[in-house]
């Protein structure tokens, strides 16, 4: 068969037909790929921003503050670790809901806007510049935080949100412009603009196929011979 037969012929037809219909998506996973590599994770995720800080051991007379033979719900967990210079028990129950007792056994009540203010201001880079606070219930979970926890989101001016467990008193993310950028990037790659993180649906896997038939087909025409142009005279 000669390289320039109808069967290269219909190929290249193909390959013509197939670049118009995996152009746009071939181009958007390229830029948002090229988006997301453009900084390390560790600065998309904020850690940057997180100011360090000291552990401290359990002293040795450390125990479990509550008894467990009095808690009305079932138990996930339990542990126990120092913060701010206490040793804080945290019981997890079977709902996901967190509970925090003091070294007496007293219950320590979940954050409010001033607590969540002041733990910002100590442990992230500008976090002393709130632009302002607010509380997003488990069930309805702020946009670029979606996570069925209950937390206060702090915005800061320079536009970074960060995420403090009501229940918990952690900082659960730090979403920096950056990252939310990533995100939509992330979105665009996967093609899943609703929970980003499906990554084997449908339309995504088709469109793959699609631009991996493209590309094969684009290849075998590498090999295929060209006339060459009359010279001029």
Do not use: C
């Amino acid at each position: 068969m000669k390289s320039n037969g109808p069967a290269m012929q219909a190929l290249a037809k193909a390959h013509i037909w197939l670049g118009w219909l995996i152009a746009v998506p071939l181009l958007m996973w390229t830029l948002s790929g090229l988006l997301m590599v453009a900084r390390p994770i560790e600065e998309v995720r904020g850690n940057h921003l997180q100011l360090p800080v000291a552990d401290r051991g359990l002293p040795g007379d450390a125990g479990i503050a509550v008894d467990l033979s009095r808690v009305e719900k079932p138990v996930k967990s339990v542990s126990i670790a120092m913060d701010g210079g206490l040793a804080i028990t945290r019981i997890t129950y079977m709902d996901d809901s967190v509970e925090r007792f003091s070294e007496s056994g007293r219950q320590i009540p979940a954050l409010n806007e001033i607590a969540a203010r002041a733990l910002v201001g100590r442990r992230i880079v500008g976090g002393d510049r709130v632009e302002s606070a607010t509380l997003f219930p488990a069930s309805d979970p702020a946009p670029d935080f979606r996570r069925p926890i209950a937390a206060w989101q702090v915005a800061l001016e320079d536009g970074t949100h960060v995420y403090v467990g009501e229940e918990t008193g952690d900082i659960l993310a730090v979403r920096t412009r950056f990252w939310r950028a990533f995100d939509f990037a992330w979105a665009l790659h996967i093609m899943d603009f609703e929970t980003r993180e499906d990554t084997s649906h449908p339309v995504l896997i088709i469109f793959a196929i699609l631009a991996a038939i493209g590309v094969a087909i684009g290849t075998v025409l590498l090999f295929r011979r060209r006339r060459a142009r009359p010279s001029a005279a």
